[in-house]
């Protein structure tokens, strides 16, 4: 197998094995509970499997191209926000209810970059900006903050999707440390 399908069949396997914890969660038959953690046990095994081939796989060519799409998404976002007016801010929410959904459109392209085959990049046009102090992220700051985050995936010299998984799960939380919380 290569890269992509052992990164699909992993995939498909956590979402199992999430689909499983649930019931096992709120399930209250014992007989049918116990029969879900038995196939958890069963699918975490499974997955750990699918993980060590995925690392052990030796045509990384997949992971190395979304590594590299990864820093072009990045880049593009620097890009378009740079266009603005240097006296406005990003708006948090871009004009929706979502108060962060800035962040989540950024999460969200690195995401489907690491879920599977890179068939391109999303240009982040048409961004909202604002001069609402509640609801904005200066600009500099967040250009900044994508400078480092491509500097991090440079230094990724042998990627893999795991480690990818791990760089966009670390992106997240540093989004929310800077950004959110």
Do not use: C
């Not at 396997?13 to 399930?27: E, F, G, P, S, T």
């Amino acid at each position: 197998m290569n890269e992509i399908e052992l990164l699909k069949e992993l995939i498909e396997a956590k979402r199992i094995a999430h689909d499983l914890q649930l019931r096992i969660d709120i399930w209250t038959n014992d007989a049918e509970r116990i029969r879900f953690v038995q196939e958890l046990e069963n699918i975490s095994a499974q997955v750990e499997n699918l993980e060590a081939q995925i690392v052990e796989v030796e045509d990384k060519r997949y992971s190395r191209e979304a590594k590299a799409s990864m820093i072009d998404q990045l880049e593009r976002y620097i890009t378009e926000i740079n266009k603005a007016n240097p006296r406005l801010n990003l708006s948090r929410n871009q004009g929706l209810i979502i108060e962060n959904e800035l962040f989540s459109g950024i999460v969200r392209d690195i995401n489907y970059l690491v879920t599977d085959r890179v068939f391109g990049i999303h240009i982040p046009a048409y961004l909202k900006y604002t001069t609402n102090p509640d609801d904005s992220v200066s600009i500099p700051e967040l250009t900044d903050f994508l400078r480092n985050e491509i500097n991090i995936l440079r230094e990724i010299e042998s990627p893999n999707y795991l480690i990818l998984w791990q760089y966009k799960d670390q992106l997240i939380d540093r989004i929310r440390a800077q950004f959110i919380e």
